[in-house]
Protein backbone atom coordinates (compact mmCIF):
# COMPACT_ATOMS: atom_id res chain seq x y z
CA UNK A 1 0.00 0.00 0.00
CA UNK A 2 1.68 3.08 -1.17
CA UNK A 3 1.57 6.32 1.32
CA UNK A 4 -1.43 8.45 -0.55
CA UNK A 5 -3.62 5.11 0.12
CA UNK A 6 -2.65 5.26 3.42
CA UNK A 7 -3.66 9.04 3.89
CA UNK A 8 -7.24 8.87 2.11
CA UNK A 9 -8.58 6.16 4.14
CA UNK A 10 -7.42 7.75 7.22
CA UNK A 11 -8.67 11.18 5.99
CA UNK A 12 -11.58 12.48 7.62
CA UNK A 13 -13.60 12.19 4.36
CA UNK A 14 -14.11 8.44 5.01
CA UNK A 15 -15.55 7.82 8.37
CA UNK A 16 -16.69 4.25 8.32
CA UNK A 17 -18.99 4.91 11.39
CA UNK A 18 -20.44 7.31 10.09
CA UNK A 19 -21.13 4.95 6.72
CA UNK A 20 -21.83 2.28 9.15
CA UNK A 21 -24.79 4.21 10.98
CA UNK A 22 -26.15 4.31 7.18
CA UNK A 23 -27.12 0.93 7.40
CA UNK A 24 -29.89 -0.29 9.71
CA UNK A 25 -28.85 -4.17 9.42
CA UNK A 26 -25.40 -3.50 11.03
CA UNK A 27 -27.20 -2.79 14.87
CA UNK A 28 -28.65 -6.47 14.13
CA UNK A 29 -26.93 -9.44 16.27
CA UNK A 30 -27.21 -12.78 15.23
CA UNK A 31 -26.78 -15.97 18.15
CA UNK A 32 -26.65 -12.66 20.25
CA UNK A 33 -23.56 -11.85 18.83
CA UNK A 34 -22.80 -8.68 17.11
CA UNK A 35 -23.25 -9.09 13.26
CA UNK A 36 -19.76 -9.00 11.40
CA UNK A 37 -20.80 -9.52 8.37
CA UNK A 38 -18.48 -10.60 5.39
CA UNK A 39 -20.63 -11.63 2.75
CA UNK A 40 -20.84 -8.80 0.54
CA UNK A 41 -19.24 -10.20 -2.60
CA UNK A 42 -22.53 -12.55 -2.49
CA UNK A 43 -24.80 -9.78 -1.72
CA UNK A 44 -24.07 -6.68 0.26
CA UNK A 45 -26.40 -4.63 2.54
CA UNK A 46 -28.76 -1.57 1.82
CA UNK A 47 -28.04 1.57 3.06
CA UNK A 48 -31.54 3.42 4.50
CA UNK A 49 -31.48 5.80 1.48
CA UNK A 50 -32.09 2.81 -0.68
CA UNK A 51 -34.49 1.55 1.69
CA UNK A 52 -36.49 5.09 1.47
CA UNK A 53 -36.64 5.41 -1.90
CA UNK A 54 -38.27 2.41 -2.37
CA UNK A 55 -40.96 2.37 -0.03
CA UNK A 56 -40.70 6.43 -0.55
CA UNK A 57 -41.93 5.73 -4.61
CA UNK A 58 -44.74 3.36 -3.45
CA UNK A 59 -46.21 5.43 -1.06
CA UNK A 60 -45.71 8.54 -2.89
CA UNK A 61 -45.87 7.93 -6.88
CA UNK A 62 -46.24 4.52 -8.55
CA UNK A 63 -48.10 3.28 -11.62
CA UNK A 64 -46.38 1.40 -14.15
CA UNK A 65 -44.15 3.22 -16.50
CA UNK A 66 -44.23 4.35 -19.94
CA UNK A 67 -47.70 3.50 -20.13
CA UNK A 68 -50.21 5.89 -18.13
CA UNK A 69 -51.37 9.53 -19.60
CA UNK A 70 -51.94 9.93 -16.32
CA UNK A 71 -49.74 11.78 -13.11
CA UNK A 72 -48.91 9.26 -11.19
CA UNK A 73 -47.16 7.35 -14.29
CA UNK A 74 -45.27 10.14 -15.58
CA UNK A 75 -43.69 10.51 -12.34
CA UNK A 76 -42.83 6.90 -11.89
CA UNK A 77 -41.65 7.13 -15.51
CA UNK A 78 -39.52 10.07 -15.11
CA UNK A 79 -38.19 8.03 -11.90
CA UNK A 80 -37.35 5.43 -13.44
CA UNK A 81 -35.73 6.34 -16.69
CA UNK A 82 -33.58 9.04 -14.86
CA UNK A 83 -32.15 5.65 -13.29
CA UNK A 84 -30.88 5.25 -16.49
CA UNK A 85 -28.88 8.34 -16.52
CA UNK A 86 -27.37 7.63 -13.72
CA UNK A 87 -26.27 4.12 -14.72
CA UNK A 88 -24.44 5.96 -17.82
CA UNK A 89 -22.77 8.21 -15.60
CA UNK A 90 -21.80 5.07 -13.61
CA UNK A 91 -20.38 3.49 -16.69
CA UNK A 92 -19.19 6.53 -18.06
CA UNK A 93 -21.45 5.16 -21.16
CA UNK A 94 -21.57 7.14 -24.24
CA UNK A 95 -25.24 7.41 -25.09
CA UNK A 96 -28.12 6.15 -21.94
CA UNK A 97 -29.65 4.40 -24.58
CA UNK A 98 -26.97 2.08 -24.05
CA UNK A 99 -28.18 0.99 -20.60
CA UNK A 100 -30.85 -1.98 -20.64
CA UNK A 101 -32.23 -3.25 -17.23
CA UNK A 102 -32.24 -6.81 -16.75
CA UNK A 103 -33.32 -8.73 -13.61
CA UNK A 104 -29.30 -9.35 -13.01
CA UNK A 105 -26.02 -9.72 -14.08
CA UNK A 106 -27.43 -13.87 -15.54
CA UNK A 107 -29.93 -12.34 -17.14
CA UNK A 108 -27.64 -9.97 -18.68
CA UNK A 109 -25.37 -12.40 -19.80
CA UNK A 110 -27.99 -14.63 -20.61
CA UNK A 111 -29.78 -11.58 -23.43
CA UNK A 112 -26.57 -11.59 -24.54
CA UNK A 113 -26.17 -15.08 -25.59
CA UNK A 114 -29.32 -15.72 -27.17
CA UNK A 115 -29.71 -12.28 -28.63
CA UNK A 116 -26.00 -11.84 -29.82
CA UNK A 117 -25.25 -14.91 -29.77
CA UNK A 118 -27.76 -16.55 -32.17
CA UNK A 119 -28.74 -13.23 -33.72
CA UNK A 120 -25.19 -12.66 -34.85
CA UNK A 121 -22.20 -14.77 -33.66
CA UNK A 122 -22.30 -17.73 -36.66
CA UNK A 123 -21.47 -21.27 -36.00
CA UNK A 124 -18.43 -22.29 -36.15
CA UNK A 125 -17.05 -18.92 -34.34
CA UNK A 126 -16.23 -19.52 -31.07
CA UNK A 127 -16.70 -17.72 -27.43
CA UNK A 128 -13.66 -17.63 -25.63
CA UNK A 129 -14.30 -17.45 -21.36
CA UNK A 130 -11.99 -17.98 -18.92
CA UNK A 131 -10.89 -20.71 -15.89
CA UNK A 132 -11.94 -18.15 -13.09
CA UNK A 133 -15.20 -17.12 -14.28
CA UNK A 134 -19.04 -17.54 -12.22
CA UNK A 135 -21.56 -20.13 -13.70
CA UNK A 136 -23.14 -17.36 -14.69
CA UNK A 137 -20.24 -16.79 -17.42
CA UNK A 138 -20.13 -20.21 -18.39
CA UNK A 139 -23.21 -22.17 -18.67
CA UNK A 140 -24.63 -19.70 -20.73
CA UNK A 141 -21.79 -20.43 -23.39
CA UNK A 142 -22.35 -23.84 -23.01
CA UNK A 143 -26.32 -23.75 -24.10
CA UNK A 144 -25.41 -21.31 -26.86
CA UNK A 145 -22.46 -24.10 -28.03
CA UNK A 146 -25.22 -26.59 -27.84
CA UNK A 147 -27.88 -25.15 -29.72
CA UNK A 148 -26.04 -22.80 -32.30
CA UNK A 149 -22.83 -24.82 -32.83
CA UNK A 150 -20.42 -21.94 -31.30
CA UNK A 151 -17.18 -23.21 -29.77
CA UNK A 152 -16.48 -22.74 -26.22
CA UNK A 153 -12.91 -21.89 -25.28
CA UNK A 154 -11.30 -21.00 -22.21
CA UNK A 155 -8.35 -19.59 -21.28
CA UNK A 156 -6.29 -20.63 -18.51
CA UNK A 157 -5.06 -19.10 -15.23
CA UNK A 158 -1.78 -18.76 -13.19
CA UNK A 159 -1.29 -20.41 -10.12
CA UNK A 160 -1.16 -17.37 -8.86
CA UNK A 161 -4.47 -16.63 -9.90
CA UNK A 162 -3.81 -14.32 -12.50
CA UNK A 163 -5.15 -14.56 -16.72
CA UNK A 164 -2.48 -16.11 -18.52
CA UNK A 165 -2.05 -13.50 -20.78
CA UNK A 166 -0.01 -15.49 -23.34
CA UNK A 167 -2.50 -18.63 -23.66
CA UNK A 168 -5.15 -16.18 -24.00
CA UNK A 169 -3.39 -14.52 -27.08
CA UNK A 170 -3.02 -17.62 -28.03
CA UNK A 171 -6.31 -19.04 -27.88
CA UNK A 172 -7.20 -15.74 -29.99
CA UNK A 173 -4.79 -16.08 -32.68
CA UNK A 174 -6.41 -18.36 -35.61
CA UNK A 175 -9.47 -15.39 -35.60
CA UNK A 176 -12.34 -17.95 -35.15
CA UNK A 177 -13.46 -15.78 -31.78
CA UNK A 178 -16.20 -13.99 -32.06
CA UNK A 179 -16.41 -12.75 -28.26
CA UNK A 180 -14.57 -12.94 -25.69
CA UNK A 181 -16.25 -12.80 -22.04
CA UNK A 182 -14.65 -12.48 -19.38
CA UNK A 183 -14.69 -11.35 -15.48
CA UNK A 184 -13.52 -8.24 -14.53
CA UNK A 185 -12.98 -9.46 -10.46
CA UNK A 186 -13.10 -12.52 -9.43
CA UNK A 187 -15.46 -13.63 -7.20
CA UNK A 188 -13.23 -16.09 -5.25
CA UNK A 189 -9.60 -14.81 -5.97
CA UNK A 190 -10.23 -11.09 -5.87
CA UNK A 191 -8.10 -10.97 -8.81
CA UNK A 192 -8.39 -8.13 -11.44
CA UNK A 193 -8.34 -8.86 -14.70
CA UNK A 194 -6.35 -6.34 -16.80
CA UNK A 195 -9.43 -5.47 -18.88
CA UNK A 196 -7.43 -2.87 -21.27
CA UNK A 197 -5.15 -5.47 -22.30
CA UNK A 198 -7.79 -8.08 -22.92
CA UNK A 199 -9.85 -5.44 -24.61
CA UNK A 200 -6.77 -4.90 -26.95
CA UNK A 201 -5.64 -8.56 -27.91
CA UNK A 202 -9.66 -9.26 -28.58
CA UNK A 203 -10.09 -6.63 -30.82
CA UNK A 204 -6.70 -7.07 -32.76
CA UNK A 205 -8.31 -10.66 -33.18
CA UNK A 206 -11.68 -8.92 -34.31
CA UNK A 207 -13.00 -10.17 -31.28
CA UNK A 208 -15.87 -8.43 -29.26
CA UNK A 209 -15.34 -8.26 -25.27
CA UNK A 210 -17.96 -8.79 -22.71
CA UNK A 211 -16.92 -8.11 -18.92
CA UNK A 212 -18.94 -9.60 -15.86
CA UNK A 213 -18.60 -6.44 -13.55
CA UNK A 214 -20.48 -7.65 -10.88
CA UNK A 215 -17.71 -7.46 -8.42
CA UNK A 216 -15.92 -4.74 -9.89
CA UNK A 217 -18.36 -2.12 -9.98
CA UNK A 218 -18.87 -2.16 -6.30
CA UNK A 219 -15.30 -1.38 -5.68
CA UNK A 220 -13.42 0.79 -8.49
CA UNK A 221 -14.54 3.83 -10.88
CA UNK A 222 -15.84 1.71 -13.94
CA UNK A 223 -15.30 3.63 -17.50
CA UNK A 224 -16.54 0.72 -20.15
CA UNK A 225 -14.68 3.43 -22.73
CA UNK A 226 -11.80 3.09 -21.15
CA UNK A 227 -11.65 -0.13 -20.62
CA UNK A 228 -12.25 -0.80 -24.10
CA UNK A 229 -15.07 -2.93 -23.33
CA UNK A 230 -17.93 -3.59 -25.86
CA UNK A 231 -20.74 -5.23 -23.30
CA UNK A 232 -20.52 -4.53 -19.76
CA UNK A 233 -22.87 -6.42 -17.15
CA UNK A 234 -23.67 -6.06 -13.19
CA UNK A 235 -25.90 -6.73 -10.88
CA UNK A 236 -27.56 -4.42 -8.41
CA UNK A 237 -27.96 -6.19 -5.08
CA UNK A 238 -24.20 -6.46 -4.95
CA UNK A 239 -23.75 -2.53 -5.05
CA UNK A 240 -25.79 -1.62 -1.85
CA UNK A 241 -29.46 -1.56 -4.38
CA UNK A 242 -32.14 -4.29 -3.85
CA UNK A 243 -32.29 -7.80 -5.79
CA UNK A 244 -33.88 -8.04 -9.02
CA UNK A 245 -32.13 -5.52 -11.01
CA UNK A 246 -29.06 -6.10 -13.38
CA UNK A 247 -27.72 -4.38 -16.07
CA UNK A 248 -26.46 -4.43 -19.81
CA UNK A 249 -24.22 -2.02 -21.24
CA UNK A 250 -23.38 -2.66 -25.24
CA UNK A 251 -22.09 -0.30 -27.59
CA UNK A 252 -25.34 1.10 -29.79
CA UNK A 253 -24.28 -0.45 -32.85
CA UNK A 254 -24.06 -4.14 -31.20
CA UNK A 255 -27.79 -3.11 -29.45
CA UNK A 256 -29.18 -1.97 -32.43
CA UNK A 257 -27.88 -5.14 -34.53
CA UNK A 258 -28.87 -7.83 -31.75
CA UNK A 259 -32.12 -8.97 -32.33
CA UNK A 260 -34.66 -8.59 -29.17
CA UNK A 261 -34.43 -11.65 -26.41
CA UNK A 262 -38.28 -11.55 -25.17
CA UNK A 263 -41.14 -10.43 -26.66
CA UNK A 264 -43.95 -8.46 -25.12
CA UNK A 265 -45.66 -5.22 -23.98
CA UNK A 266 -43.23 -2.67 -23.69
CA UNK A 267 -40.41 -3.53 -26.65
CA UNK A 268 -42.53 -3.02 -29.82
CA UNK A 269 -43.28 -0.39 -31.83
CA UNK A 270 -46.44 -1.97 -33.29
CA UNK A 271 -48.24 -5.25 -33.41
CA UNK A 272 -50.58 -6.60 -35.72
CA UNK A 273 -51.12 -10.43 -35.60
CA UNK A 274 -49.17 -10.72 -38.97
CA UNK A 275 -46.51 -8.51 -37.97
CA UNK A 276 -44.79 -7.03 -34.95
CA UNK A 277 -41.65 -4.39 -35.11
CA UNK A 278 -39.64 -3.17 -32.32
CA UNK A 279 -39.37 -0.40 -30.39
CA UNK A 280 -35.61 1.70 -30.20
CA UNK A 281 -33.09 1.00 -28.33
CA UNK A 282 -33.06 -0.17 -25.38
CA UNK A 283 -36.85 -0.77 -24.59
CA UNK A 284 -36.23 -3.22 -27.64
CA UNK A 285 -34.57 -5.47 -24.68
CA UNK A 286 -36.90 -4.18 -21.70
CA UNK A 287 -40.48 -6.42 -22.37
CA UNK A 288 -42.51 -6.66 -19.67
CA UNK A 289 -43.34 -4.17 -16.42
CA UNK A 290 -40.05 -3.86 -15.54
CA UNK A 291 -38.30 -3.93 -11.85
CA UNK A 292 -39.83 -0.56 -11.39
CA UNK A 293 -39.44 -0.23 -7.43
CA UNK A 294 -35.70 -2.42 -7.71
CA UNK A 295 -34.60 0.16 -10.59
CA UNK A 296 -35.54 3.52 -8.33
CA UNK A 297 -33.64 1.78 -5.38
CA UNK A 298 -30.50 0.80 -7.85
CA UNK A 299 -30.68 4.80 -8.60
CA UNK A 300 -30.21 5.60 -4.89
CA UNK A 301 -27.86 3.38 -4.17
CA UNK A 302 -26.16 5.01 -6.88
CA UNK A 303 -26.34 8.61 -5.39
CA UNK A 304 -24.99 6.66 -2.29
CA UNK A 305 -21.82 5.27 -3.80
CA UNK A 306 -20.92 8.36 -5.56
CA UNK A 307 -21.74 10.75 -2.02
CA UNK A 308 -18.82 8.93 -0.82
CA UNK A 309 -16.83 8.45 -4.11
CA UNK A 310 -14.78 5.85 -5.38
CA UNK A 311 -11.48 7.33 -4.51
CA UNK A 312 -12.39 6.93 -1.37
CA UNK A 313 -14.11 3.71 -1.56
CA UNK A 314 -11.33 2.51 -3.35
CA UNK A 315 -8.52 3.34 -0.65
CA UNK A 316 -10.58 2.14 2.06
CA UNK A 317 -11.20 -1.58 0.59
CA UNK A 318 -7.65 -1.32 -0.09
CA UNK A 319 -6.51 -0.38 3.10
CA UNK A 320 -8.84 -3.23 4.58
CA UNK A 321 -7.51 -5.80 2.07
CA UNK A 322 -3.56 -5.22 2.49
CA UNK A 323 -4.79 -5.33 6.47
CA UNK A 324 -6.70 -8.73 6.12
CA UNK A 325 -4.17 -10.64 4.13
CA UNK A 326 -1.69 -9.67 6.82
CA UNK A 327 -3.87 -10.62 9.39
CA UNK A 328 -4.82 -14.01 7.72
CA UNK A 329 -1.37 -14.88 6.98
CA UNK A 330 -0.66 -14.96 10.46
CA UNK A 331 -3.36 -17.19 11.67
CA UNK A 332 -1.54 -20.99 11.51
CA UNK A 333 -2.86 -23.81 9.30
CA UNK A 334 -4.68 -20.94 7.02
CA UNK A 335 -4.13 -21.19 3.55
CA UNK A 336 -4.95 -18.20 1.09
CA UNK A 337 -6.25 -19.14 -2.05
CA UNK A 338 -4.83 -16.79 -5.14
CA UNK A 339 -1.96 -14.23 -4.71
CA UNK A 340 -2.66 -11.84 -7.36
CA UNK A 341 -0.54 -8.51 -7.97
CA UNK A 342 -3.99 -6.60 -8.50
CA UNK A 343 -7.00 -7.45 -5.84
CA UNK A 344 -9.37 -6.31 -4.21
CA UNK A 345 -11.12 -7.27 -1.18
CA UNK A 346 -12.55 -10.52 -2.02
CA UNK A 347 -10.33 -13.36 -0.07
CA UNK A 348 -11.07 -17.48 -0.06
CA UNK A 349 -9.10 -19.48 2.25
CA UNK A 350 -8.63 -23.55 3.42
CA UNK A 351 -7.83 -23.86 6.68
CA UNK A 352 -5.54 -27.35 7.84
CA UNK A 353 -7.91 -30.10 9.40
CA UNK A 354 -11.26 -28.21 9.02
CA UNK A 355 -13.27 -28.02 5.80
CA UNK A 356 -14.96 -24.87 4.86
CA UNK A 357 -18.72 -25.28 6.10
CA UNK A 358 -17.36 -26.50 9.59
CA UNK A 359 -15.24 -23.09 9.49
CA UNK A 360 -18.62 -21.25 8.05
CA UNK A 361 -20.23 -22.76 10.79
CA UNK A 362 -18.17 -21.78 14.14
CA UNK A 363 -17.69 -18.49 12.39
CA UNK A 364 -21.40 -18.07 12.15
CA UNK A 365 -21.84 -18.78 15.89
CA UNK A 366 -19.54 -15.70 16.54
CA UNK A 367 -21.75 -13.37 14.50
CA UNK A 368 -19.34 -13.68 11.29
CA UNK A 369 -21.02 -14.22 8.23
CA UNK A 370 -18.39 -15.62 5.34
CA UNK A 371 -19.52 -17.76 2.49
CA UNK A 372 -18.46 -20.98 2.01
CA UNK A 373 -18.39 -23.71 -0.72
CA UNK A 374 -17.52 -23.27 -3.96
CA UNK A 375 -18.96 -20.38 -5.11
CA UNK A 376 -20.95 -20.42 -8.22
CA UNK A 377 -17.07 -21.32 -9.40
CA UNK A 378 -17.15 -24.95 -9.68
CA UNK A 379 -14.49 -25.34 -12.82
CA UNK A 380 -12.22 -22.83 -11.02
CA UNK A 381 -12.21 -24.97 -7.64
CA UNK A 382 -11.37 -28.53 -9.87
CA UNK A 383 -8.25 -26.22 -11.46
CA UNK A 384 -7.31 -25.19 -8.17
CA UNK A 385 -7.48 -28.18 -7.05
CA UNK A 386 -9.87 -27.84 -4.28
CA UNK A 387 -13.42 -28.61 -3.33
CA UNK A 388 -14.53 -25.67 -1.09
CA UNK A 389 -13.08 -22.26 0.52
CA UNK A 390 -14.28 -20.20 3.12
CA UNK A 391 -14.68 -16.81 1.47
CA UNK A 392 -14.21 -13.59 3.54
CA UNK A 393 -15.49 -10.03 1.65
CA UNK A 394 -15.78 -6.53 2.29
CA UNK A 395 -17.91 -3.75 1.65
CA UNK A 396 -17.52 0.02 2.70
CA UNK A 397 -18.73 -0.78 5.87
CA UNK A 398 -16.36 -3.69 6.91
CA UNK A 399 -13.56 -2.30 9.56
CA UNK A 400 -10.48 -3.52 10.57
CA UNK A 401 -11.53 -4.05 13.58
CA UNK A 402 -13.87 -6.76 12.28
CA UNK A 403 -11.26 -8.35 10.59
CA UNK A 404 -9.52 -8.41 13.60
CA UNK A 405 -11.91 -10.22 15.44
CA UNK A 406 -11.97 -12.80 12.46
CA UNK A 407 -8.61 -13.72 12.74
CA UNK A 408 -9.17 -14.27 16.48
CA UNK A 409 -11.83 -16.35 15.54
CA UNK A 410 -10.19 -18.55 13.07
CA UNK A 411 -7.28 -19.10 15.67
CA UNK A 412 -9.41 -20.92 17.56
CA UNK A 413 -10.86 -22.68 14.88
CA UNK A 414 -8.00 -24.67 14.18
CA UNK A 415 -7.44 -25.61 18.01
CA UNK A 416 -11.30 -26.65 18.03
CA UNK A 417 -10.92 -28.93 15.19
CA UNK A 418 -7.64 -30.76 16.78
CA UNK B 1 -16.03 -15.45 22.19
CA UNK B 2 -16.61 -18.75 22.50
CA UNK B 3 -17.40 -21.66 20.57
CA UNK B 4 -19.06 -23.43 23.49
CA UNK B 5 -22.55 -22.84 21.67
CA UNK B 6 -21.84 -25.05 18.82
CA UNK B 7 -20.96 -28.07 21.14
CA UNK B 8 -24.27 -29.14 20.55
CA UNK B 9 -23.39 -29.82 16.87
CA UNK B 10 -20.44 -30.51 17.61
CA UNK B 11 -20.14 -33.32 20.22
CA UNK B 12 -17.00 -34.87 20.99
CA UNK B 13 -18.46 -38.34 18.98
CA UNK B 14 -19.02 -35.88 15.71
CA UNK B 15 -15.49 -34.65 16.16
CA UNK B 16 -13.82 -37.91 16.65
CA UNK B 17 -15.91 -39.60 14.35
CA UNK B 18 -14.92 -36.33 11.30
CA UNK B 19 -10.98 -36.70 12.14
CA UNK B 20 -10.48 -40.17 12.27
CA UNK B 21 -13.54 -41.72 10.30
CA UNK B 22 -12.82 -46.01 11.18
CA UNK B 23 -15.10 -46.51 7.91
CA UNK B 24 -13.67 -44.48 5.33
CA UNK B 25 -12.23 -46.71 2.91
CA UNK B 26 -12.30 -49.01 -0.12
CA UNK B 27 -14.92 -51.97 -0.36
CA UNK B 28 -13.33 -54.44 -2.73
CA UNK B 29 -15.61 -56.88 -3.96
CA UNK B 30 -19.10 -55.48 -3.09
CA UNK B 31 -22.22 -55.54 -4.21
CA UNK B 32 -24.23 -52.29 -4.53
CA UNK B 33 -22.54 -48.52 -4.37
CA UNK B 34 -23.59 -45.40 -5.57
CA UNK B 35 -22.66 -41.87 -5.03
CA UNK B 36 -23.80 -38.54 -3.48
CA UNK B 37 -23.16 -34.86 -3.83
CA UNK B 38 -23.54 -31.97 -2.96
CA UNK B 39 -23.39 -29.24 -5.42
CA UNK B 40 -23.52 -26.17 -3.20
CA UNK B 41 -20.41 -27.43 -0.73
CA UNK B 42 -18.62 -29.44 -3.74
CA UNK B 43 -18.87 -32.74 -0.79
CA UNK B 44 -18.89 -36.04 -2.52
CA UNK B 45 -19.08 -39.68 -0.68
CA UNK B 46 -19.09 -42.74 -2.74
CA UNK B 47 -20.69 -45.68 -0.56
CA UNK B 48 -20.14 -49.51 -1.00
CA UNK B 49 -22.43 -52.18 0.34
CA UNK B 50 -21.86 -56.30 0.56
CA UNK B 51 -25.10 -58.20 1.30
CA UNK B 52 -24.90 -61.18 3.08
CA UNK B 53 -26.67 -64.38 1.58
CA UNK B 54 -30.04 -63.78 3.18
CA UNK B 55 -30.55 -60.27 1.51
CA UNK B 56 -28.70 -58.21 4.94
CA UNK B 57 -25.97 -55.47 4.92
CA UNK B 58 -22.51 -57.37 5.70
CA UNK B 59 -20.29 -54.31 5.43
CA UNK B 60 -20.69 -51.19 4.53
CA UNK B 61 -17.19 -48.59 3.80
CA UNK B 62 -17.37 -45.16 2.23
CA UNK B 63 -14.60 -42.63 0.42
CA UNK B 64 -15.69 -39.09 0.75
CA UNK B 65 -14.48 -35.83 0.69
CA UNK B 66 -16.64 -33.33 3.03
CA UNK B 67 -16.86 -31.90 6.92
CA UNK B 68 -16.75 -32.98 9.93
CA UNK B 69 -20.56 -33.32 10.06
CA UNK B 70 -20.89 -35.64 6.76
CA UNK B 71 -18.16 -37.30 7.64
CA UNK B 72 -18.84 -38.97 10.79
CA UNK B 73 -22.76 -39.04 9.70
CA UNK B 74 -21.12 -41.45 7.23
CA UNK B 75 -18.87 -43.21 9.75
CA UNK B 76 -21.72 -43.70 12.16
CA UNK B 77 -24.19 -44.81 9.29
CA UNK B 78 -21.80 -47.35 8.08
CA UNK B 79 -21.55 -49.19 11.76
CA UNK B 80 -25.91 -49.16 12.00
CA UNK B 81 -26.67 -50.54 8.73
CA UNK B 82 -24.83 -53.82 9.42
CA UNK B 83 -27.65 -56.91 9.53
CA UNK B 84 -30.32 -54.98 8.58
CA UNK B 85 -32.13 -55.44 5.18
CA UNK B 86 -33.26 -53.14 2.65
CA UNK B 87 -36.93 -52.61 3.73
CA UNK B 88 -35.26 -51.85 7.00
CA UNK B 89 -33.15 -49.34 5.68
CA UNK B 90 -34.87 -47.45 4.37
CA UNK B 91 -37.62 -46.67 6.89
CA UNK B 92 -34.16 -45.92 9.07
CA UNK B 93 -33.13 -43.09 6.27
CA UNK B 94 -36.77 -42.05 6.92
CA UNK B 95 -36.14 -41.54 10.73
CA UNK B 96 -32.92 -40.43 10.71
CA UNK B 97 -33.63 -37.99 8.42
CA UNK B 98 -36.73 -36.34 10.68
CA UNK B 99 -33.77 -36.27 13.43
CA UNK B 100 -31.32 -34.45 11.71
CA UNK B 101 -34.52 -32.03 10.17
CA UNK B 102 -36.36 -31.92 13.99
CA UNK B 103 -33.87 -32.99 16.38
CA UNK B 104 -36.77 -35.37 17.62
CA UNK B 105 -36.17 -39.27 18.51
CA UNK B 106 -39.86 -41.04 17.82
CA UNK B 107 -38.55 -44.38 18.70
CA UNK B 108 -36.81 -46.35 20.58
CA UNK B 109 -34.97 -47.65 17.81
CA UNK B 110 -31.72 -49.13 19.48
CA UNK B 111 -29.78 -47.97 15.75
CA UNK B 112 -31.04 -45.14 15.49
CA UNK B 113 -30.00 -44.35 18.77
CA UNK B 114 -26.72 -44.91 18.17
CA UNK B 115 -27.22 -41.55 15.53
CA UNK B 116 -28.18 -39.51 18.44
CA UNK B 117 -24.69 -37.36 18.64
CA UNK B 118 -25.90 -35.99 15.31
CA UNK B 119 -29.33 -34.30 16.26
CA UNK B 120 -27.63 -31.38 17.11
CA UNK B 121 -28.04 -30.54 13.57
CA UNK B 122 -31.54 -29.84 13.55
CA UNK B 123 -30.56 -26.32 15.28
CA UNK B 124 -28.19 -25.85 11.96
CA UNK B 125 -30.52 -25.91 8.90
CA UNK B 126 -27.89 -25.41 6.14
CA UNK B 127 -26.28 -28.55 7.68
CA UNK B 128 -28.87 -30.90 7.63
CA UNK B 129 -27.76 -31.73 4.01
CA UNK B 130 -24.33 -32.62 5.53
CA UNK B 131 -25.77 -34.86 7.57
CA UNK B 132 -28.32 -36.77 5.22
CA UNK B 133 -25.99 -36.93 2.21
CA UNK B 134 -24.56 -40.34 3.45
CA UNK B 135 -28.25 -41.55 3.61
CA UNK B 136 -29.34 -40.40 0.14
CA UNK B 137 -25.73 -42.59 -0.89
CA UNK B 138 -27.54 -45.75 0.85
CA UNK B 139 -31.13 -45.24 -0.35
CA UNK B 140 -29.67 -44.53 -4.36
CA UNK B 141 -27.56 -47.72 -4.00
CA UNK B 142 -30.35 -49.51 -2.39
CA UNK B 143 -32.28 -48.65 -5.18
CA UNK B 144 -29.53 -49.89 -7.81
CA UNK B 145 -29.90 -53.48 -6.16
CA UNK B 146 -33.39 -53.32 -6.75
CA UNK B 147 -32.82 -52.33 -10.12
CA UNK B 148 -30.15 -55.13 -10.75
CA UNK B 149 -32.11 -58.16 -9.32
CA UNK B 150 -34.98 -57.25 -11.85
CA UNK B 151 -32.80 -57.42 -14.67
Known amino acids: MNASVKLAARSPAFDVERIRADFPILTQQVHGKKLVF ?37 RTSDAYESVRDKVAALLNAPSRDEIVFTGNSTQAINLVAHSFGRGVL ?20 QMLRDSHGIELRVAPI ?9 AFAAKLADGKVGLVAVTHMSNVLGTYLPIERIAALAHEARALLLVDGSQAVVHRAVDVQALGADFYVFTG ?46 HKFEAGTPAILEVIG ?19 EAALTDHALARLSDVAGLHIVG ?77 FFQ | MSFDDVRDLYQEVILDRGRNPRHMHRLEPFDASAKGDNPMCGDQIELRLVFAEDGRVADAAFEARGCAISLASADLMAEVVRGHDGTELRALALSFGE ?33 TLPWTALIAALDS ?4 AFK
Open chain 1, 298 to 316: LGAAIDYVNAIGFGAIAAH
Open chain 2, 145 to 148: RSRE
Open chain 1, 122 to 141: KPGQAVLITEMEHHANIVPW
Open chain 2, 99 to 131: LAKTGVLDSNDTELEKLRPLSGVCEYPSRVKCA
Open chain 1, 158 to 166: TDAGELDLE
Open chain 1, 339 to 415: RAQDRGGVISFTMDGAHAHDVATLLDRNGIAVRAGQHCAEPLMRRLGLTSTARASFGIYTTHAEIDFLAETLDRVTA
Open chain 1, 38 to 74: LDSAASAQKPRTVIAAMTHAMETQYANVHRGLHWMSE
Open chain 1, 237 to 282: HKLYGPTGVGVLWARRVLLEAMPPFMGGGDMIASVSFEKSSWAQVP
